[in-house]
């Protein structure tokens, strides 16, 4: 192996904290050049290190940097190695994923343009640099994309709604502010493939006519805020973005900015308002954000992944794009699995699967090697569900139909040793840290269920207390200003429909198996 052997070292967070820095660096100290990548999403065998020989990347993992010189002595000897994986996309794992968002991630070094063109970037943007505006819309819409954020919204009718409007500045928004438990998809693609990113709003930018972009991204992402800027920059560098990006005849400038670790700025509103400078809290609506937004001016705010389907869609078409996933769930999704599962990570597959193949057979079941009681998807405010509805497809309307939704995609996974009553305390306690206090069913609904909790766990006059309970989902659900407030019920309810014996008065409550402790 000569000293530009290619050598893929993960900079993704995870990996950093697992120690692929420290891997990296050892590497270069023998003289070896290493690229630094994305992460494949195995997160159960980071870092990942992967070595290329006649154009096949061989994955070892989990390396740790002891295992440096060993890796590099089999490497050169043609010896095995106990770390060495085999080829990384003939791992099941990996080959049955559908990779159309994540393509890139993990393969190419993410701050380098020629890379990512080599490897099929700018496919999009060049097609949409010659199309007007409301063919771009229109294909958005025909695409079926539906934003990733959480509520599904059609993406399309965002889009033709901001093109329509008629204003001296419009402006294109992308919500980074991934605050899910249980997410970490677009912090993924953020430090693994920027340019996707980039590219998917500048089509955007093209489409509704706007001049001026923002991604608003969470203060606890150093990583993937090192890397975007790095990237924006390089981009500007290749002219993809400033006075005529990418040849488009118009100006788009993109400008990092990084919130201030609320929550609540996930809220489309109450980001904008923090971008403005303002109080991040809820805004009214009417008027919506595509007609009145960031200072008052037509605004397009759509999440990462949502901007990063977008490429796809203009370069391969609409109806491609619609031939993915099922029903009015067209395209794929990126699931995030975590909690106690064997095989945690992110596997991007179409809309359609279910929730037990996905959790079972892709996840391996949990790592604990207990049985899984309860699975949580769509983040902290998502619904609990039990093993008798793991056959249920993952797409929006199956899973709305069980009391349910996809949120960003974040997959938790529970054993029989979770109490469904404190997960259940927990969503109000969590409603009532990061409410931005400005609707008094939110503000208040949450604190005052934390205490209804409280008494119900001391069995203090439950059935008075249960009702009172239930009155107070059905306020928060009715009153609250935005979705916070309004699916903080959503888990409690799951929970005491599902796991109603973790709600019994406490000497007939469930008792927890042996080896096992009721979570603090």
């Not at 093109?163 to 991934?178: M, T």
């Not at 809820?282 to 389907?309: I, M, S, Y």
């Not at 029989?416 to 927990?426: E, G, H, I, T």
């Not at 209804?452 to 009153?479: F, N, Q, S, T, W």
Request: one cysteine or more.
């Amino acid at each position: 192996m000569t000293a530009r052997a290619s050598i893929f070292v993960p900079l993704d967070s995870v990996a950093i904290a697992l120690g692929a820095d420290e891997i990296a660096a050892a590497f270069i100290a023998v003289g070896h050049d290493v690229v630094r990548t994305g992460s494949r999403g195995m997160h159960w065998l980071e870092p990942l290190i992967e070595i290329e020989r006649d154009g096949v990347r061989f994955g070892f993992g989990p390396v740790e940097a002891v295992d440096v010189s060993t890796l590099i002595a089999a490497i050169e000897n043609g010896r095995p190695h106990p770390k060495s994986i085999g080829p990384v996309e003939a791992l099941p794992y990996f080959k049955r994923q559908k990779r159309l968002t994540f393509a890139r991630c993990g393969v190419v070094d993410p701050l380098s343009v020629e890379d990512y063109r080599a490897h099929g970037g700018f496919k999009g943007l060049e097609r949409a640099a010659s199309k007007p505006g409301a063919e771009i819309c229109e294909a958005i819409l025909e695409s079926g994309l539906r934003g990733r954020g959480g509520a599904g919204f059609p993406a399309g009718i965002k889009w033709r709604t901001v093109s329509g409007a008629v204003s001296d500045q419009k402006y294109i928004v992308c919500n980074a502010d991934e605050g899910d438990s249980g997410t970490f998809a677009d912090r993924m693609i953020m430090e693994g493939d920027p340019f996707l990113l980039i590219e998917g709003m500048a089509i955007a930018a093209r489409a509704v006519g706007a001049t001026q972009g923002f991604i608003y991204l969470r203060s606890e992402y150093p990583v993937a805020a090192r890397v975007m800027g790095a990237a924006i920059k390089a981009a500007y560098d290749a002219e993809i973005l400033g006075t005529d990006a990418f040849g488009a005849g118009r100006r788009f400038d993109l400008e990092l900015f990084i919130g201030a670790g609320a929550y609540i700025c996930g809220e489309e509103t109450s980001l904008l308002n923090s971008l403005e400078g303002k109080r991040g809290e809820v805004r009214a609506k009417p008027p919506l954000p595509a007609l009145e937004g960031l200072f008052g001016k037509p605004t397009l705010v759509q999440n990462v992944l949502t901007f990063c389907a977008v490429p796809t869609i203009i370069a391969d078409g609409a109806k491609a794009y619609a031939s993915v996933g099922v029903g009015k769930s067209t395209g794929t999704m990126p699931f995030q699995l975590s909690g106690d599962v064997k095989h945690a990570g992110l596997f991007e597959a179409p809309f359609g699967m279910t929730l037990r193949a996905l959790v079972e057979d892709i996840g391996g079941g949990t790592r604990s090697g207990r049985p899984i009681r309860a699975i949580q998807i769509g983040g902290p405010l998502g619904a609990y569900l039990p093993p008798s509805l793991y056959d249920t497809a993952i797409d929006y309307e199956a899973l709305a139909a069980i009391g349910a939704g996809v949120g960003h995609g974040g997959v938790v996974v529970f054993n029989d040793s979770v109490d469904l009553m404190q997960q259940a305390r927990y969503a109000f306690e969590f409603c009532a840290e990061e409410s931005c206090g400005k609707c008094t069913p939110c503000r208040i609904g949450a604190v005052r269920g934390v205490e209804v909790m409280d008494r119900l766990r001391d069995g203090e006059d439950p059935p008075k207390h249960m009702e009172v309970l239930k009155d107070l989902c059905e306020l928060m659900v009715d009153g609250s200003l935005c979705a916070m407030g309004g699916m903080t019920p959503i888990p409690v309810e799951s929970a005491l429909k599902h796991f109603p014996e973790d709600f019994a008065f406490p000497s007939k409550r469930r008792t927890f198996g042996a080896g096992s402790e009721k979570p603090s």
